[in-house]
């Protein structure tokens, strides 16, 4: 350790004796465009190009580019902490933390055009194709069992969507009582999508609609998603009796594989005839489940949930973590989008749980409205929070597979809200 | 603008309940329809996971061969004694 | 289900309430641009954006934008449910069947600008990257020992590659003789070659001379790729005697390492001083094949044939499914390319089959005709064709491995005849 | 154009057999020229593979072992009578 | 053996009578633009469009076009000779090889703009994308345990940079001195770079500055990355006294995750704070690393060091195989750089073993100097020969592991110094 | 054009050796306020390794079964005469 300090000592001394002996030169160096100016100025203009000096001084005197970038860069690694130590959506936040932080540096330019995140945004972002190569391969993770096996349980998946709108709503209303927040409707709309819990999808829309939300959407997104342990219980026993929390549901039917082979066409058919709009992200997703549950492209369908997945992921989260600058993530508005985001969970937790309670008023078996909660999506998160809190109540109740079904309802919920939101600009005008 | 929002939820949750309160009738339609498939399948697949079940329990076998292998060795204190 | 239903129909008043109720804020809503019309007014809009009204009036009234899609979809499924039950090339087959649904819904625009299939297309085929990294996979899968092994039944690889010629001046003929039938010089070579019965060659030539008919070009020549265990047996029969199928030959001599390593780069030679136009397929072919042999680079060969391979595989799938539109499918030009198609695949393998007979006029060992059908290509599953016969005839006739020979051999006399058309543009005046 | 369509036939029939006629030609040379590496390599691949499956039947240790066991078995009966 | 004989005469005879019998047909012809002139025409033109016949008169009458492509055709086969055979870093050299054959085959215009190979280079390897994944890969790959717990040792890697300079340097004095060489500071900065040993580095740093030396940059670095257990030893062993040679090292302490886990964002707040032109390198190098250590990732870990690293490394290899055109790669210059990366290579050797020593005139626990030559980077070949010398010197002396140490500090090393090189822009007025 | 190479290996040397100079600091300094979590850490380690070390050399219950069996052998040897 003291080599270490002796050595460096030394250097700072080599560095400063070159300074003075080497203004004589001066001249000798002035004369082509490619030479290098004086020892003297040389340290000065390298001095410069450091990131210290550009924190405190940035060029352009804005604070967003000055101390606004290491505010970010602490926000990018608050987000590695709770990914690595919280284990927040690490697979999403560890690559969003790092572009946030990468996007930041001064002076790199990361995120300027010939930069490699801004090649990564412009390539996989904004054209959508990073989004929807990932819904495939969730689409090709996913199993429909559960659902197929309780179809009715996928309304709760439809409840849970009346997040997104409240969400927007609130958005609409914080917009025009709050100063300094000015959504339009299609921010309002992508950040409502929020309240879908599923990233994909929150990035798809909020890409297409509002692409400069889209940093503080996708991290809203992905880090309510990692607290719905913390954020559905006490809405869920809120909505619900004790005797309630006890039902417990029959076990499941066999699915046979043609029916789901048949699901993900008929849903793809649905999306066809009803809401075109919603074919990119439902059209991938089923895509992906086709590939999965037709048996006999394995190999493809391996390859879209592992490799290719992982891949689109690592520069999905860069790309997302690139739209992180000072100057779009530091206002008002951000904040008003975490808040917002937060309503939106709330909300379609209890829509789902109370929605589960009102088909309990009709005939039929009946439901465990804890499973309701699950319908915002958040797969496997919300179907285990469903689970825990049933054996909580009774500890030999099993709901983890029936929550799944609307689990996985929601995703093709939040898709089709998606497809709604996205015909904004049909509607309007 | 709020009323605009108001609206948006209305045919939202109207276009999102509609899908999957179809998908549902599609799904129980397809379930009736193909109800004969899935029983084939359900049977094979029960007989197959019982078949399986009693081979990860090879336990006979193995109480077998321990008990000629502990005879031996009280066979072999016999003979020493 | 009873629950279910009730839920809909409550939706529906709920919907129709609302659209009554609002007509009285028509004029609340009207002041912004991104304002939403009335209630009314909006669910007209919204209607007008689904996709079961966009069957039926097509918005420029063609019926190629109207019903035109909705049978394209119909023959996407029917893509799916050969590719599903029958097994017909799977692998290809799921990814083009469900981009042509996909390509087909209307109002969602995914083959238009901005969609997903257009960048998958435009980056993936229209520039031929997609057929070469195939065919770097394929290189790094195939095994050319037998044809080195007994170098002569290469000879039939180039026989039936006649299937190629006589198909390109068949696609002349039809040109003239049938009314409604136009392929020029570049179109009847791109249809030529489905009788290379090689996927990523067929579609590489068709992306370079007639962009417009990649759908179907690629369409037949993976139907008939995997129809080869019915085309094939009968022409095989009717074009050898019972005693030439009995016909048994040697067993193949062990191939050494320095062998197959120099084999890529023999033909890549060849290739440099005989045929530069198809240096982009034979090269990657070669390159994938010499990552194999050489026995250094394992890792990246695994990647090729694996990883890499399947993706793009799921990619050229959905991007060559993109291409069938209903205006470029849905005519009589595709019909006759079917047709065209079965002929080129007929005449190659009788071809492969006679040159055999031919072969086996001149003094040494003697080939067993069946081996010569394989020379289509259409790996594996043509060289099985000649098994299973050759089985038929004497059932210890192992001819699986000597029809490898001339099976890897089609392929690289695919390329070659790809590479002739190819320089059409140069040859033309 | 039809009679452009022979003459392509003709160009390419011609091209493809030269090509993979000269590619036979190369493949004799080098299998030639290369033939005592491949002896080598061939010779060494069918030890290695004869020696792998006398490997793979290692019956005769397994008897041994299922002799002794049996015999410790009958032993142990005898001593017991 | 005989039949093929025959039929190869017999085609060339078939080929001739067509040709005298098309005379008449030529008229008929000349119809249409896309039709095909006489028999006669016909073979001229295709024969024209031979390799062949365009490596003796190229069609623009340069050297480099005819009789220069077939040299670099040698050199490609040259470069799969050492990397097959030789087994010199097989995993670039192999794509790199087969990249530069397949770039001069004349006609074929791979390179050219709507080539393979064109789009490989333009979009990997122009926007600096290939490099930094492969980066980030690299950094997937590594443990800096070894440093971590001796971190001293990374001074050595300091040290190592120093044949970077020197070569610069040298690049310089060629230029002026030697007649036909013309290297400008950006030229020198990217020859220089060759020193560091890391392949990555150098082709994102000449991508930058000297795209048109690309080629024999990249070649020169992994060849002398690959002959380093040939040019380190008799430097080591000149720049130590045998008792030197003999020094143990002390086992090293344990090094803790959460060390692990903070060293790689450590490095990247250095790069903020110091270097930001170093940012794209040292910034995707340690989200490799974090991805790695961090332990909540693994998928995306596995897969950044597995198919991605794989799939990116054929195309980064391809892509500067290339750059290796006869115009660009025969000449002086070429030579030039070969020879000051022999150089580069030694000067950075001696400069670590002889850093090792100086360390070791001060006070605290002694260092083998042959683990300083290990600060070049080229991991793993120089931590090995650091190893197989040490035991040349004393058979229980393991300095693996201890070599790891100043040989992952040489990336970073390297990494820096190409962050100052990158700076030259901004330094220079 | 030389002196600016000279130049630029001074700042580039100055800028390489301050850059890991400053990491060895950096890294010995985060290696002190760690040491309580590494120490834990390396105690599990070893007594992880060890535990396993210990779980890989299963060769004193070999060996009882081995004596059992030779043991069992020999009686029915014994037995035999
Ligand atoms: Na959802
Ligand atoms: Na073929
Ligand atoms: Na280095």
């Given at each position: 350790?003291?080599?270490?300090?002796?050595?460096?000592?030394?250097?700072?001394?080599?560095?400063?004796?070159?300074?003075?002996?080497?203004?004589?030169?001066?001249?000798?160096?002035?004369?082509?465009?490619?030479?290098?100016?004086?020892?003297?100025?040389?340290?000065?203009?390298?001095?410069?190009?450091?990131?210290?000096?550009?924190?405190?001084?940035?060029?352009?005197?804005k604070w967003t580019d000055g101390i606004g970038r290491l505010i970010m860069i602490g926000i990018g690694i608050l987000l590695l902490y709770l990914a690595v130590h919280r284990q927040f959506e690490p697979l999403l936040l560890v690559p969003i933390g790092f572009g946030a932080i990468m996007t930041n540096i001064p002076l790199a330019g990361m995120s300027d055009p010939g930069g490699m995140l801004y090649y990564i945004y412009d390539i996989g972002i904004k054209t959508g194709v990073f989004p929807l190569v990932?819904?495939?391969?969730?689409?090709?993770?996913?199993?429909?069992?559960?659902?197929?096996?309780?179809?009715?349980?996928?309304?709760?998946?439809?409840?849970?969507?009346?997040?997104?709108?409240?969400?927007l709503i609130g958005a609409l209303l914080l917009s025009k009582y709050v100063p300094g927040i000015n959504f339009d409707l299609f921010d309002a709309a992508s950040i409502g999508i929020i309240g879908g819990a599923d990233g994909p999808t929150a990035i798809f829309l909020a890409s297409r609609l509002s692409p400069h939300l889209l940093g503080s959407i996708a991290v809203a997104a992905y880090s309510?998603?990692?607290?719905?342990?913390?954020?559905?219980?006490?809405?869920?026993?809120?909505?619900?009796?004790?005797?309630?929390?006890?039902?417990?549901?029959?076990?499941?039917?066999?699915?046979?594989?043609?029916?789901?082979?048949?699901?993900?066409?008929?849903?793809?058919?649905?999306?066809?005839?009803?809401?075109?709009?919603?074919a990119p992200l439902i059209g991938f997703f089923m895509f992906g489940n086709?590939?999965?549950e037709c048996g006999v492209v394995e190999r493809l369908s391996n390859t879209a949930q592992n490799a290719l997945l992982n891949i689109v992921t690592v520069f999905l989260g860069l790309g997302v973590g690139a739209q992180m600058s000072a100057e779009q993530f530091l206002n008002i508005s951000t904040l008003g989008i975490l808040f917002l985001g937060a309503i939106a969970f709330s909300i379609g937790t209890a829509s789902g749980v109370l929605m589960a309670r009102i088909m309990n008023l009709f005939p039929g078996s009946k439901i465990n409205p804890l499973i309701g909660s699950a319908g915002v999506s958040a797969v496997p998160m919300a179907?285990?929070?469903s689970q825990k809190l049933g054996m909580d109540a009774d500890p030999e109740n099993y709901l983890l597979m029936h929550a799944m079904g609307p689990n996985v309802a929601g995703v093709i919920g939040s898709a089709v809200a998606a497809g709604v939101l996205l015909t904004l600009k049909d509607i309007a005008g | 603008?709020?009323?605009?929002?108001?609206?948006?939820?209305?045919?939202?949750m109207a276009v999102v309940f509609s899908f999957l309160g179809l998908l549902v009738v599609i799904v129980h339609l397809s379930a009736r329809l193909l109800k004969s498939f899935t029983e084939k399948e359900a049977t094979a697949y029960e007989f197959h996971t019982r078949r399986k079940a009693r081979e990860l329990t090879p336990s006979e076998d193995k109480r077998k061969i321990m008990a000629v292998?502990?005879?031996?060795?009280?066979?072999?204190?016999?003979?020493?004694?």
């Open positions: 350790m003291k080599s270490t300090f002796i050595f460096f000592g030394l250097i700072v001394v080599l560095l400063h004796l070159t300074c003075i002996s080497s203004i004589a030169g001066e001249e000798a160096a002035g004369a082509g465009i490619k030479s290098i100016p004086s020892m003297t100025k040389m340290v000065g203009n390298f001095s410069k190009s450091t990131g210290l000096l550009n924190f405190i001084f940035p060029s352009n005197n990932i819904f495939m391969g969730i689409g090709a993770m996913t199993d429909f069992g559960p659902m197929l096996a309780n179809p009715k349980t996928a309304l709760l998946g439809a409840a849970a969507q009346f997040g997104i709108f409240t969400t309510y998603m990692a607290l719905v342990p913390i954020i559905q219980p006490p809405i869920m026993k809120l909505c619900t009796t004790p005797d309630e929390r006890k039902i417990r549901m029959k076990q499941m039917r066999y699915v046979g594989k043609l029916e789901k082979i048949i699901f993900p066409l008929s849903v793809l058919g649905l999306c066809v005839f009803l809401l075109p709009s919603a086709l590939m999965r179907a285990r929070v | 603008m709020i009323i605009d929002g108001l609206k948006l939820t209305l045919l939202g292998i502990s005879a031996s060795v009280s066979a072999h204190r016999a003979g020493r004694k």
